[in-house]
Antibody, heavy 117, light 110 residues
């Protein structure tokens, strides 16, 4: 069974940092693009970043460029999102998903990030 | 990277058909074949329902269908069932390794 489990969310002050993790199991992790998608309160889904199979290609939505870093450890079957200089508008549930937004066929249950003073 | 435009709500009675639109621009929906639709029930993870405009992943009922005309993509749910009540999101390739989602449509089964 394909399984993605996010962790690392929490409450952080504006300007702070958090590192999200996503533990993957049930498939060959190293064979897939992986993505982070978020859903802010009262809003829709929004693509955040994705990374290719070997980690050499990384892409970000403009609003997080320079602040967020996506990475992966294929030996540990894990995906990460390092979030720095957090803003109130980054408050959201963050989902880890297998694939790119054209075909994300497995998702985690999400981890909640709240940026507030 | 503006969000795609979806109606905030849609509704239909059991057995009826409902169509949800997703309007973008010539830079995203209008020029790319990578338009997808996702279903999300409250508190649950999203689920892929349609990819590449009109293809269904294995396990998705054929009551769900997708199409595109110009800058607007559409998701049609035929033979509405109670379990179809959920939020639906479209997404599109926006070029240059950018991806954009719609604001979401809450589908209510009356």
């Amino acid at each position: 069974e394909v399984r993605l489990v996010e962790s690392g969310g929490g409450l952080v002050q504006p300007g702070g940092s958090l590192r999200l993790s996503c533990a993957a199991s049930g498939f060959t992790f190293s064979s897939f693009w992986m993505s982070w998608v978020r859903r802010a309160p009262g809003k829709g889904l929004a693509w955040v970043a994705n990374i290719n199979q070997d980690g050499r290609e990384k892409y970000y939505v403009d609003s997080v460029k320079g602040r967020f870093t996506i990475s992966r450890d294929n030996a540990e079957n894990s995906l990460y999102l390092q979030m720095n200089s957090l803003r109130v508008e980054d408050t959201a549930v963050y989902y880890c998903a297998r694939g790119r937004p054209d075909y994300m066929d497995a998702w985690g249950r999400g981890t909640t990030v709240t940026v507030s003073s | 990277q503006s969000a795609l435009t979806q109606p905030p709500s849609a509704s239909g009675s059991p057995g009826q058909s409902v169509t949800i639109s997703c309007t973008g621009t010539s830079s995203d929906v209008g020029s790319h074949r990578y338009v997808s639709w996702y279903q999300q029930h409250p508190g649950k993870a999203p689920k892929l329902m349609i990819y590449e405009v009109s293809k269904r992943p294995s396990g998705v009922p054929d009551r769900f269908s997708g199409s595109k005309s110009g800058n607007t993509a559409s998701l049609t749910v035929s033979g509405l069932q109670a379990e179809d009540e959920a939020d639906y999101y479209c997404s599109s390739d926006a070029g240059s390794n950018n991806w954009v989602f719609g604001g979401g449509t809450k589908l209510t089964v009356l």
